[in-house]
């Protein structure tokens, strides 16, 4: 009897008839141990938003720009660790991947955890364990790059927007399962002993008032208790397809190829952390993607001709095209995510206060709403629509429903700009809130929807053998926005003039409406809305 997880020989999905009698089982059996797995690194990857707001709350020795440094190092870490992971399938297999990249995340989450246990951990710990919590978000692109390769081009939405769309629910587990296990010793003397908070929090259930006591820890090892099984569900329960991986070599030799890859993108990770202490944001990032670019071609042995060969990609327009796209759905969604706990703290945790003189200065706000209650809720919609999106796609292609959703977020840009404006100046910013959140999760549902879309469109317009690199960079690019955001939002809310960076990400989204209607929905568009 042949092995669940063996290697697959044969694959050809587009025939109706292997399809049905074969194809469908394996394909979904891969579907759904690598959902919950891509979960997991959204969870790891993005748990600095929500760590860095209770650090604060705890009175942990750093200051607010160090706090969203935190959160932007882990966000540059898992976008250029995506570079490298685009490739890791046709060069590594898909069980073999997934297995040890599932695996790695218990490093940061373990890390994580012990490093919280003491206030007086150095920043440079945090930073590391940050960038490592990048691996993460590289797996997103590994993920996707493999399941894309198990499913028919006509139902690459709904695959791609099942494997996304649920695996972006580590997104909002995340925001609320850390604030839950906060509140409780879960791990017993193992867990090492609570701190006492120094101001408000909260949970999904309600607020929690300053001197209570929380194990901030558990956001760390929590992931412990997911990630073991995983990697065994992983290696047991996965299959490398060797139409796709012709010589992944043996396991060991798999993994070593998945290590140098993602030591490639470690390395570049931490020339991009070092370069923005000397350069312009805008000159470090692309600094740091090309020459991790780079650096990949340079590596030797038999990792260099499969590289070259889906380098490919490079020279074909539709990728640079869908990579605009995909930073304005993806990019966003995950930006948002990233930024939006802090965000909340920083504008609705002050307020204005006028002295007899006339002049104003902020003070903190006693009532102010806690991040930690009501941010998982944008995060949560988007994932949720995402797969919605992809089916929606798959019956009205995919760039006319882009096109519509790139609108919806031009304009919600503009207003939730507008009322961040109001509430950053306001002595009751607390009246505000309400409309804050809805733009917030109208911005979040139309990203998801995008995101369907978007890779409706990709698995539509590339062959086989550039789908899944394409898939890759594309996602890898755009998810500098998880780094782009919490920046370009703290530095605007320190300046006290938030609204700029909402209307920045207008001007962006108008241009990508003109990007999409050119390529995809014009008479003579080059595919015609895939």
Request: with cysteine; aromatic share 12%; net charge positive.
């Amino acid at each position: 009897m042949t092995r669940k997880n063996a290697d697959i020989e044969q694959w050809d999905v587009e025939n109706e008839e292997f399809w049905e009698s074969e194809g469908k089982r394996v394909a979904n059996r891969n579907l759904w141990v690598s959902i919950p797995s891509l979960l997991l690194g959204f969870a790891v990857w993005l748990m600095w938003g929500m760590i860095t707001t209770q650090m604060q709350n705890l009175g942990f020795p750093f200051t607010v720009e160090q706090l969203f440094t935190l959160t932007a190092i882990a966000g540059l870490a898992g976008a250029t660790l995506r570079i490298p992971a685009s490739f890791m399938i046709r060069i590594a297999g898909g069980r073999n991947t997934i297995f040890l990249t599932t695996a790695l995340l218990m490093i940061p989450a373990m890390g994580t955890g012990i490093a919280l246990m003491n206030p007086e951990t150095p920043f440079w710990v945090f930073q590391a364990l940050a960038l490592l919590s990048g691996i993460g978000g590289g797996n997103f692109a590994n993920s996707m790059s493999n399941i894309s390769n198990f499913f028919p081009k006509k139902q690459q939405g709904y695959a791609l927007g099942m494997n996304a769309g649920l695996g972006n629910f580590g997104v909002t587990s995340m925001q609320i399962l850390i604030p839950l296990v906060m509140t409780v010793g879960l791990f017993g003397a193992l867990g090492g002993d609570p701190m006492e908070l120094q101001k408000a929090s909260g949970t999904l259930i309600g607020r929690i008032e300053a001197g209570t006591q929380t194990w901030i820890q558990n956001a760390g090892f929590v992931w412990m208790l997911f990630l073991i099984p995983l990697a065994f569900a992983g290696w047991f329960g996965m299959n490398n397809l060797r139409t796709i991986t012709p010589n992944p070599g043996t396991p060991l030799q798999a993994f070593g190829k998945i290590l140098g890859l993602y030591g490639v993108g470690v390395v570049t990770s931490i020339v991009g952390v070092v370069a923005l202490g000397y350069l312009n944001m805008w000159l470090a990032l692309p600094l740091t993607i090309v020459l991790t670019v780079v650096l990949l071609r340079l590596i030797p042995g038999d990792i260099k001709p499969g590289i070259k060969k889906q380098f490919e990609i490079f020279s074909n327009k539709h990728t640079w095209s869908m990579t605009v796209l995909y930073i304005a759905t993806f990019g966003s969604f995950i930006g948002f995510s990233a930024a939006l706990p802090l965000s909340i703290s920083v504008i609705f945790g002050n307020m204005m206060e006028v002295a007899a003189d006339g002049s104003m200065t902020r003070v903190a706000n006693p009532e102010a709403p806690s991040a930690l209650t009501w941010a998982w809720m944008g995060p949560f919609v988007g994932a949720l629509i995402r797969p919605v999106g992809g089916w929606i796609s798959d019956k009205l292609g995919g760039s006319i429903v882009t096109q519509v959703i790139t609108a919806i977020m031009v304009v919600g840009s503009v207003g939730a700009g507008y009322v961040m404006m109001l509430a950053y100046n306001s002595t009751d910013p607390n009246q505000y809130f309400w409309m804050f959140l809805l733009l917030f999760i109208v911005l979040f549902a139309a990203s998801g929807i995008g995101n369907g879309s978007t890779f409706r469109s990709i698995g539509f317009i590339f062959d086989p053998q550039q789908k899944g690199p394409a898939l890759g960079w594309t996602s890898a690019v755009a998810a500098y926005g998880s780094f782009i955001a919490p920046r370009v939002m703290g530095e605007q809310i320190k300046a006290g003039t938030p609204e700029l960076a909402m209307y920045g990400f207008a001007v962006f989204y108008a241009l990508c409406l003109v990007v999409n209607w050119w390529f995809y929905l014009r008479k003579n568009a080059y595919v015609k809305n895939p």
